[in-house]
Nanobody, 116 residues
Framework: QVQLVESGGGLVQAGGSLGLSCAAS????????MGWWRQAPGKQRELVAQ???????TYAASVKGRFTISRDNAKNTVHLQMNSLKPEDTAVYYC??????????WGQGTQVTVSS
């Protein structure tokens, strides 16, 4: 059993910054990819950013240059630093982990609200 615990969501004004953190625990042998997805009301869940064990990163075009993802392989943690936030970034953000067999695990989600 793998658990993902997220922290750091909240309310911020447009142009502000927030950081999201996620810690994985439980029966983990090896973690492949960690990342963040988000889902806004009435929309499908979309990839925000992900990072492989080797440090390769992928970002959604809408957040490139504003968000930065990082991870600590020893601690199985991933962090998303969000700068220059926009109202359209408002969503529930979900932490994601893919294990050595690429089995997906999800956090419970944390709300990020950006006011205009």
């Amino acid at each position: 059993q793998v658990q993902l615990v997220e922290s750091g969501g909240g309310l911020v004004q447009a142009g502000g910054s927030l950081g999201l953190s996620c810690a994985a625990s439980g029966r983990i042998f090896s973690v492949n990819t960690m990342g963040w997805w988000r889902q806004a009301p009435g929309k499908q869940r979309e990839l925000v950013a992900q990072i492989t064990r080797g440090g390769s990163t992928t970002y959604a075009a809408s957040v490139k240059g504003r968000f930065t993802i990082s991870r600590d392989n020893a601690k199985n943690t991933v962090h998303l630093q969000m700068n220059s936030l926009k109202p359209e970034d408002t969503a529930v953000y979900y932490c994601y982990l893919g294990d050595e067999f690429n089995r997906p695990y999800w956090g419970q989600g944390t709300q990020v609200t950006v006011s205009s």
